[in-house]
């Protein structure tokens, strides 16, 4: 049982627990009959607790070709109410397009990585097991180790600095660049025990190449240009009241959730000479926020699925009309 939602546990794959689920259930308000995205399948985990609550349809996506083959089981168990489509959130209209659908009426993100994905060394998302330096979430384009042996002291140092938060993150890039002459960078390992000789770990105890690591992840994958494109497509392909929820694992991800959701639920401001009063109402006043505040998950959560802890989730409406007085 978490958080109020049980799911059908011998489908779904256990090395990945389902993080703030009955929240998430919750915020997606289902109807029988609705069409739901799951845009983050990975184990299916909410896909499944969707599917098995209502009596609706669910297109799931995830950009993982591995997570094809895993999820098979589910979609037969579902027997047509559940598509999973190999794909990027990014392209969410691209895809719905594809599947003949126009609009939706919930949507949930569950971003970054899966328990699955981090534990598989091969995948090279851990710099606690050697692995080949990959991180590639789709198997394909650039790896971590091609931009970490060919990008610029100064290129790594910028990706380092506003992906990882890494306040040394210049002293981070160097030590690549001196080492990678010496051996180019093909493990995990090697370039965590870089990172490791060049910051200490800090008083909490966070192993030093935690933040170098997150930089690469999201770089190599784009991840913080497929949420913005995300949630632009959930935007405009959710029908009136239909549920935006988004579950976050970093500040940076949570930031662009926030001011994605505070923008297009604001009051637009009164008519400006400069601003076309249409396109300032269009653009903005598309959502109603659920919560004011985002939702974490509890301490009994966080004590049996300790990898939930920086989770933050928040919920937004789209909006039926434009709101009376913006008439
Ligand atoms: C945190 S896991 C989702 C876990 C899932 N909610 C569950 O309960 O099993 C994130 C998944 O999203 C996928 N993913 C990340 N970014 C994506 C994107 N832009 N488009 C599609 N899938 C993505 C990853 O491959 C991974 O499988």
């Known amino acids: 049982m978490l958080s109020g939602v049980e799911i059908n546990?011998?489908?779904?794959?256990?090395?990945?627990?389902?993080?703030?689920?009955?929240?998430?259930?919750k915020g997606l308000d289902l109807k029988d009959g609705g069409i739901y995205i799951d845009g983050t399948f990975g184990a299916g985990g909410y896909s499944v607790a969707i599917l098995e609550k209502k009596k609706c349809n669910v297109i799931a996506i995830d950009r993982d070709p591995e997570v094809l083959e895993k999820g098979k089981n589910i979609v037969e168990a579902f027997r047509g109410r559940l598509k999973l489509v190999q794909g990027r959130f990014g392209d969410l209209q691209e895809i719905l397009r594809r599947e003949?659908?126009?609009?939706?009426?919930?949507?949930?993100?569950?971003?970054?990585?899966?328990?699955?994905?981090v534990d598989d060394r091969l995948r090279g998302f851990s710099f606690l097991r050697d692995g080949p330096l990959d991180m590639r979430m789709e198997k394909a384009g650039m790896s971590a180790a091609d931009a970490i042996n060919t990008l610029s002291e100064t290129d790594l140092s910028d990706i380092i600095s506003r992906y990882g938060e890494e306040r040394h993150a210049s002293r981070v890039a160097k030590a690549i660049v001196k080492n990678r002459k010496v051996r180019p960078f093909m493990r995990t390992i090697h370039l965590a025990d870089t990172i490791r000789s060049e910051v200490r770990r800090s008083r909490a105890g966070i192993d030093p190449a935690t933040r170098t690591f997150q930089a690469l992840r999201i770089y190599i994958n784009d991840?913080?240009?497929?949420?913005?494109?995300?949630?632009?497509?959930?935007?405009?392909?959710?029908?009136?009241n239909g549920r935006l929820v988004a579950v976050s694992f970093h500040s940076l991800e949570d930031r662009i959730v926030k001011s994605f959701i505070?923008?297009?639920?604001?009051?637009?401001?009164?008519?400006?000479?400069?601003k076309p009063i249409l396109e300032d109402l269009?653009?903005?006043i598309s959502f109603k926020?659920?919560?004011?505040?985002a939702l974490t998950p509890s301490r009994r959560e966080i004590i049996s699925n300790p990898r939930s802890r920086s989770a933050r989730l928040r919920i937004a409406e789209k909006l039926l009309t434009k709101p009376k007085n913006l008439n």
């Open 223 to 240: 991840e913080l240009g497929e949420l913005e494109r995300g949630l632009i497509g959930a935007e405009n392909v959710l029908s009136a």
């Open 289 to 293: 926020m659920i919560n004011m505040r």
């Open 262 to 274: 505070r923008d297009r639920s604001k009051r637009a401001p009164g008519p400006s000479r400069h």
């Open 282 to 284: 269009e653009k903005k």
């Open 100 to 117: 003949g659908v126009n609009s939706v009426d919930g949507i949930v993100l569950d971003l970054g990585i899966s328990s699955m994905q």
């Open 9 to 25: 546990n011998t489908i779904t794959n256990p090395d990945h627990i389902p993080v703030l689920l009955g929240e998430v259930i």
